[in-house]
Each structure stands twice: as C-alpha cells, then as structure tokens.
C-alpha cells in the first residue's frame, strides 16, 4: 500500500523540517511548500491526502489558499487542518469552509501533530463529503458492534472466560479491562492469534525483551496497535516481500503477548467484553500465533525476572489439579515442556524430581512449573514445616547449589535465589526470611549490599551468612559484620548446609538468652511489687 501524502503550506522552515522528520518516521509521504504560491501549484499535481496549512502565510492568509485550492476541481474533497498561533481566534475564520476539519494550535509537540493528522486522515474526507453533501456524520467511526459475551471478574474468573472461548471454538475479540490498562485478545477457533494493548508503551515490553530480539524492539511501536495505519500496512508489505523475517516477527509477538496476559493475571482485572465480529490487525493475519494460554503463561515465566518469581514460605510439591470443564489445549507448548506436566500426578512431586525426570536445568523446571500454575492446570503444595532463606548469588556454580538444596525436600529450608541487589532488595520487602545469604564483593575492601542498610543496620543483624571470595579471610570482612556465619569459596552443599545450622543454632541460642534474661527481668519487677 502506497504511503499517504501530507501536503505542508508554511512559511517557517523550523516547522517544515519538524514537521517533515516526524511525520515521515510515521510512514508518511511529506512535501513541503515553503510559500503560498508553492502550495497552490503543488496541490493540484499531488492531490494529497491532507493539506497542513499555516493560517499567517507572507502576503496572503491561509482561508485565502485554502479557499482557491478546494476551487480547484481535483482538490474538491481534499481536508485540510490549520496551524496558528492565534489559536481558536484563527479557526473561527474557517467555520465556513468545509474542507477545514481540525486545527493545530502553534506550538505544537510532535505527539500532537501526529494524533491531529492520522485522525484527520482517517475522518477527513467523512467530514467534507457530509459538509458538502448535507448528510450527518456519524458520532463514533469504527465503533465497537455490540458485545455477545460481558461481565465483571469476581463471579468469574479470566482463566474461566478464556476456557469457555476456548472450549467452545470461539473467534473474535476478547478485551480484558484493567486499573490502568485495555488489552485485547484476538482469538479464533478458540486460540489466540494476537495479543495488543494501545495503553501498554512499547517501551515498557521492549526493556524485557531477550537479547535475541532487542534488535526488533523498533517494530513493537507497531505491532502492540490493533487499529490500522500507513506504519502498520508498510510492516505487513514488508513481511509480504520477505524483507523481514517472519520467523523472528512472530517470535516477537509470542513475546508480546505473553508479557500483555501475564499482565493481565498479575493485575486486578476488572471486565471483560468479548466481540464476535471483530477481525484481527493486518499483521496478525500475515503472522498469526495459534497459542494456547497455558503457552502464552509459560512464556511470560520463561523471561520473567527472577525476582519476580512467587516466593514459597516451605518447601513445596506439584500435583496436578482435577479439571472440570477446564481445557487442555497445550498448543504452543514445546515437547520439553509438555514432559513437565506429563511427570505430575495426584501426588506432590518437588521441582527438583520434576526437573530430573523432563530433564531440564532446575530454573527452568521452576519457570515451566509457575506458568502452569498461572493457567491453572497445577497446584503447589506444602511439604513440611521449614526455614527460609533468601541468597544473593551471582557465581553460577554457587546458586547452582542453593537452588538444589532449596528444591531437596530431604532438608527444611525453603527460598529463593537472585543474582543481583535489586532482586535481593525486591525479596527482603516482600518476606521477612529466617536467613540472608549475601556475597561479599570489593577488589580491596569488602562490602555488603547497600540494602541491607548502613554499618548500625547491618551490626544488628544476627541471622545473616557471607560468602567469602577466593583467597580472602575472615579478617578481610568488615567489622560491622564479622560476627555473621560465614561460608568461604568454593563450597558444597553440605558446607552450606552446615554454616546454614551453625548460624540457627547461635540465633536459637540469643533468643534462649533474651527470652531467659526477659524471663527474670519480669519476676524481679513482680517481686518488687509484692
């Protein structure tokens, strides 16, 4: 599809060249006239889609050409939208002349200008043919038809509204309302194909996005959009031609929609609206995903950050929950995934057996298993009373170790890992953990995460543990800390598991002391009362 051409009358050439980059990054054909003249010569050899004309042109007004343009029988129905400084003052001028349809108030920001010409484009020539014509214009264009399935989430669950369109080879639009948000799930034969949200910035998806697609995070500027635009049919001609690779497009919006329904689960949900009628954007009909829910939900985990994974207070095992009317589409799921599910019965299973057996690396089993969580299809169930810790890791090897020893139901202690200070600070306000496991780090002096608060916060703490670099000693560490547990590079399991006892055992110990010394505190205040 050819680009629409923006026809620009004005004067200043500040405007013409900010006016040109913004508009032709937007996939709009721009030529500019830097005269009045210019402009009525140029409107009848182009016939362009809009006219953007300055109102204070040298030696003449804008109604002036406007007026001589739309006498001009090739430029009959073409709409035009005045920029003045003179604001409403200026447009009054225009009240009588059809072809006018919006003005741009002088200055004007590029987000503005964008918005007032693709919404002149798109109603433009409706609003001359009415003028002209006398007939009425309609109140909305492209309105929603009317709804066949709505309702509020709190008597029904968005899992049970996607099961039903599911279950039911059900095709259309599903839009999911949230606090803040509007996401679209467009669906057909019960699976959706596209996933997009206008309210949701690109930029938000793009910061998550995996290094193997940063570079197509240019493209989410169009593809989180459900409406049409020059942009979005130059993308999909793009595609057509095989300029882009559709293989790595649609990974892309794999990603974007499992990021936009992990929205939607982690968010409050308020309404839903299901619209049988509604066709899908261009580019979902060009790359349509044919995913399951349980897919999307997987795929959200898969990328999440660690931090952002549910912390479990015990140790915990999977089991498989009794499905009633629930459905089992798996489509999207790869194989190594589906052996996940396929390991879990009526009985808890630890992660770290369900890992073994599917045969995938520990973290991921976790992932795998929190997706499936997410759709519903499993449940975590506790094992046995325990400790928490939480353990900042960043050595592979190392976290290696703690998330084995965390998924082993043969010990008490339960956690989670993390690799860095923000998801250490991000747990810590989350849960109040019965151990901290931190790596000391410093070329010549150690330090501890600045989270964990100033040399007096961290003197206080009795139930903290230090990994030690290689080649250093205990009298490296900092004074503040040096009464803590210590764990020195490289360790194993058992090492852990030992420093992790020895520092319970000394925490149980304080408290025996305080709880003996409140203890006898209170009988010498009784007995100086009796």
Not at 266 to 271: D, I
Not at 380 to 405: H, K, Y
């Amino acid at each position: 599809m050819s680009a629409q051409t923006v026809l620009v009358i004005d004067d200043s050439a500040t405007i013409r060249k900010m006016v040109d980059s913004h508009l032709t990054q937007e996939g709009y054909r721009v030529v500019l006239a830097p005269t009045a003249e210019k402009g009525l010569e140029l409107a009848p050899q182009l016939v362009p889609d809009l006219i953007l004309l300055d109102h204070q042109l040298p030696g003449t007004t804008g109604i002036e050409v406007c007026k001589k343009i739309i006498q001009m029988p090739e430029c009959l129905n073409v709409p035009f939208v005045v920029s003045s400084t003179l604001r409403k003052q200026a447009y009054i001028e225009y009240m009588d002349v059809p072809n006018v349809v919006d003005s741009l108030p002088k200055p004007f920001k590029p987000e503005l200008l964008k918005t007032t010409v693709a919404n002149a484009l798109e109603v433009g020539a409706m609003i001359v043919s009415s003028q002209t014509s006398g007939t009425a214009v309609p109140e909305v264009v492209d309105g929603l038809d009317d709804t066949s399935l709505s309702g509020v989430f709190g008597w029904v669950g968005l899992r049970e509204v996607f099961d039903f369109l599911n279950n039911g080879n059900k095709s259309g639009m599903l839009e999911v309302e949230l606090e803040r948000h509007r996401v679209l799930f467009f669906i057909q034969n019960g699976r959706f194909q596209s996933v997009v949200s206008a309210s949701v910035t690109a930029e938000d998806v793009a910061e998550t996005l995996p290094e193997s697609l940063q570079n197509l995070a240019p493209l989410l500027r169009f593809t989180m959009s459900s409406g049409a635009s020059s942009q979005l049919d130059g993308l999909v001609e793009l595609l057509d031609r095989k300029v882009i690779d559709p293989r790595m497009l649609k990974t892309l919006l794999r990603f974007q929609a499992s990021y936009l329904t992990r929205l939607c689960f982690n968010g409050e949900a308020k309404a839903f609206s299901f619209y049988p009628e509604r066709e899908m954007p261009a580019i979902s009909r060009r790359a349509p995903l044919e995913i399951s829910l349980s897919a999307l939900l997987v795929e959200a985990m898969l990328h999440c950050d660690a931090s952002e994974l549910p912390t479990y207070e015990y140790n915990i095992g999977w089991l498989r929950r009794a499905l009633r009317g629930q459905n089992l589409d798996r489509s999207g799921l790869s194989a190594k995934h589906v052996q996940v599910l396929a390991q879990l019965d009526t009985e808890p299973v630890t992660t770290a057996e369900i890992a073994t057996r599917a045969d995938l690396p520990l973290e991921e089993a976790e992932r795998v298993l929190e997706g499936l969580r997410m759709a519903e299809w499993i449940d975590a169930q506790p094992l046995a009373e325990g400790s928490e810790m939480i353990v900042l890791e960043s050595n592979p090897e190392g976290s290696l170790i703690f998330r084995e020893l965390i998924a082993d139901t043969e010990n008490r202690w339960s956690g989670k890992v993390v690799r860095d200070e923000f998801g250490l600070q991000l747990l810590l306000k989350r849960s109040t953990p019965d151990v901290i496991v931190i790596e000391l780090t410093g070329e010549e002096e150690l330090k501890w995460p600045t989270c964990l608060g100033s040399e007096s916060d961290v003197s206080q703490l009795d139930n903290l543990c230090l990994i030690l670099p290689d080649e250093r000693s205990v009298s490296d560490i900092p004074e503040a800390i040096r009464h803590s547990q210590v764990i020195s590079r490289p360790f194993s399991k058992q090492n852990v598991l030992t420093a992790l006892e020895e520092l319970q055992l000394r925490h149980g110990a304080k408290s025996s002391q305080s709880d003996q010394r409140h203890s006898s505190n209170s009988e010498l205040s009784t007995a100086g009362k009796i």
